[in-house]
Structure formats: C-alpha cells, structure tokens
C-alpha cells in the first residue's frame, strides 16, 4: 500500500480531487461573498481597544474555562468498545495589583468545591444488541448533575419560544410540541439519533456533556468567574421536525446559558477550528482596514439581527447556532481567526441596544478588549490563557492512551480467559 501512496499516480489524484473542490465550491462562494464584503467591512468588522500591558483594573475578576478529551476506542471486548472521557477546569485570577497576571488558582481549593481534576469517565456499549441509546442515557444521567428532566428542558422552551412557553405545562399546551410532551421525561426519550448512534457520535455526545457538567460545577460553586470559557461552539442539533434538540447536550447547554445569566457570569465557546467560510477573506479585510498587526473582531450575524444574516452562510444549517451569536476574532496574525459564541438570550440582554449601533458596538469592544487581555501570554498567544491549560490538563495523548490501554489490559488477563493468537499477522 505504502508503495502506491508514494507514486505520482496518487498525487495527481489528491491534486485533481482538490481542484475540483476549488472549482465547484469557490466559484459559487465568491459570488455569495461579493453580496457581503461591503457590510463586513463597514458596519461588522471593528478592531479591538487594548489594555496597557501595565493595566491596573478597577475590579480584578476570575476566569473559569473547560476542556475535554478522550478516545471512542479504549479497548475493545467482542462487539463492545469501552470510551474514556477526560474533562479539566482550570480557574484564573487577572490579579493585576500584584502585577502577576492570570495566576491559577489553588488546585486544592479547585478540587475541594468541583471535585478530581481531571476527571475521567468510562463508557460502553454493545455495537450490535441496540443497547446504545440505553447505555448512552443511562451514561449521561450519571454524568450530568440536573436529575430533575422537567428543569432540564423547560429553558430551551422558553428561550426558542419566549412568547409561547413559561412553564412546563405551556410545553403541553402549545400546538407544536403537545404530541411530543410524552417524549420529553426521561433522559432516554431525549436521544432523538438513536437510528446514528455510531461510536463517534456517541462519543462526542458523551464529551459535551461532561464539558456541561464541568460548567454547571462552576456555576453552582463558590467560584463565581466573571467568564466561563467553553471549548467549541453553542451549536444546538435541532430534530428537523419536532423543533426542538436531538440530543440532550442541547438541553444542557441552554440550562447552562439560563444559570449563567442568573449567576451574572459571561458564558461563551471559543473555537480554533470551524466550519466559517471564508475566515481569512475577512482576516485579509481586517488587515487591510487596520493594518497588519490589528486585533480585531466581526460580528456574523442571524437573519433576525438588523440587516439579516449574510450570504456566505444561508445555507449552512448550524452557522449561526440557534440561540448563539459567533464572532469572528483575531488577536495575532500568526495564527488563523478563531470563533466565539455567546449566549444569544445574554447577548440581547448586555451587548445589543436597539436601532443603536454605536452603543451597541461599545458593548461588544469592551467584552473583547477582556477576551484579548486573556490571550497575552507568550505560550499560546492570541488564544485564552485558562483554556489553553484545561487543554493541557485533561488533553490525553498517544503515551498517555497507551499506559491506559496497557492497564485494561493488564486487568483483562486477570479477569477474562486468554485468548489463543490464531495468525502470525
């Protein structure tokens, strides 16, 4: 096989595959694009004001983020794989009197109110005895600490459809979703993609949710970060036809946004890899309005937001999340933009001021001038000091896998029949 990758045949083919792509799909997103450019740049692209690097603020605050990580393939028993979940919360304190910025916090004070860091999960499920819907929601009910499915559910309602859903028996009532209410009371019932639960699906359900739990620890604590930085997006998978989540990670995470704002704390999602076209067509625009070495910041807006959404992304089902409003931002040219997403219930309620978009804009700046002054630190400049460390602490590499896989299956000898090798391959 080695042979055959390292031919010129095989080159030619990625080169042709790549071309068509590019011709397909770039000619179709320029003209999409050209419909959007004089917008960006004008009313949604804006730099970001800096603090001095030697700031002294009025009030110092703390910030919390959250990482996973994991495998969907620990071992494999027959027809079973067991997943292994990791999950790391790191908290930090600007701190600026002492002039030692964004000190973490004691480990032991962080344990003591959010329990083991990190914390490691284990899950399993028969490939083939339709156990995993079952196994999956018996999993994420141990995982996440809301028990009550009633509390669970009732903010999504009532954030998608203020007007309509106050109350868990508006749910009933409503004309949408009254034929559905039977399906919304165990965490089972929640897992509308029981048809696609495939182990990669499965896993990335699995780390969601042990990320939101994770978060609701911090919420619930003593902490009481002024931020709570999320790795990913507040994509929300909608059930094309019942118009509410497919997955209960939906449901979670608008319990988390409901509990953030009651808390007074900024819930956002930080992304170094998404799905925005054309990122560094607007990076180039950023550039070119505020020159090369420019923090800056766009808003990519929904069809509800004045003006409407932009035509670079109509068809594309999840940009912007439901209930979410991305940013584009970047705070060092040497890397690629990077995502933010910020709960839109929040966002309407702190940074929108109607038919202003001057106070409105003044909002935004301040929330990114917080954000660029936790990305200053020389190890991974550009990108926020608290997540980068939660990536290092529960971030579970090859070595790591391996010592992991050699333990199970050091307890697997000890505990099963060995297994006789049949072929020398």
């Known amino acids: 096989m080695l042979d055959k990758i390292l ?14 792509i590019h011709n397909e799909q770039d000619r179709r997103d320029e003209e999409e694009f050209a ?31 959250i990482d996973g990580s994991g495998s969907d393939n620990l071992v494999t028993l027959d027809d079973i794989r067991v997943h292994i979940i990791s999950t790391a919360t790191s908290i930090l304190y600007t701190n600026t009197r002492e002039g030692s910025f964004f000190d973490p916090i004691d480990g032991l004070r962080i344990e003591n109110q959010l329990g083991e860091q990190p914390h490691l999960d284990l899950h399993w499920h028969s490939g083939v005895r339709g156990d995993a819907k079952q196994k999956l929601s018996e999993s994420l009910a141990n995982i996440y600490p809301q028990k009550d499915i009633a509390e669970l559910i009732l903010p999504f309602f009532m954030d998608f459809k203020p007007d309509e859903i106050e ?15 039977s399906e919304l009371k165990s965490m089972s019932s929640l897992i ?6 495939t182990n990669p699906i499965v896993h990335e359900e699995l780390r969601a949710v042990s990320e939101y739990a994770a978060a609701r620890g911090v919420l619930t604590s003593e902490i009481n970060p002024k931020y709570l930085l999320l790795d990913g997006a507040m994509s929300v998978f909608m059930h094309f036809v019942r118009q509410y989540p497919s997955m209960p990670s939906g449901f979670m995470l608008r319990e988390l946004s409901k509990l953030a704002r009651e808390n007074g704390v900024v819930l956002c999602a930080v992304s170094k890899n998404h799905t925005i076209p054309f990122a560094h067509r607007i990076a180039g625009m950023a550039k070119e309005k505020f020159g090369d070495t420019a923090k800056w910041f766009c808003q990519l807006p929904c069809s509800e937001d004045p003006g409407g959404g932009l035509h670079i992304y ?21 890397n690629r933009p990077s995502r933010i997403d910020f709960d839109r219930i929040w966002w309407l309620e702190n940074i929108f001021v109607k038919d202003n978009p001057k106070a409105t804009r003044k909002n935004e700046k301040l929330i990114f001038r917080d954000l660029e ?9 550009g990108y926020p000091v608290p997540l980068a460390l939660a990536h290092q602490s529960c971030k579970l590499g090859y070595e790591d896998l391996r010592i992991a896989r050699e333990i199970t299956g050091d307890i697997l000898k000890q505990t099963t029949e060995p297994l006789r090798a049949d072929f020398n391959l």
């Open 7 to 20: 031919t010129d045949n095989f080159r030619r083919l990625v080169e042709y595959t790549i071309k068509d």
């Open 35 to 65: 419909k959007d450019e004089l917008r960006i740049k004008e009313d949604l692209l804006d730099s970001v004001e800096t603090y001095p690097s030697d700031v002294v603020l009025d009030e110092d605050f703390i910030v919390a983020a």
């Open 167 to 181: 109350s868990l028996q508006d749910i009933g009532k409503s004309s949408r979703y009254s034929h559905y209410i």
């Open 192 to 197: 509308t993609r029981a048809q696609i639960l």
């Open 314 to 334: 109509e068809d594309r089902t999840y940009i912007p999340p439901k209930l979410a409003v991305p940013y584009l931002y970047s705070f060092s040219g040497d």
């Open 373 to 381: 002054f936790m990305a200053r630190d020389a190890r991974w400049y």
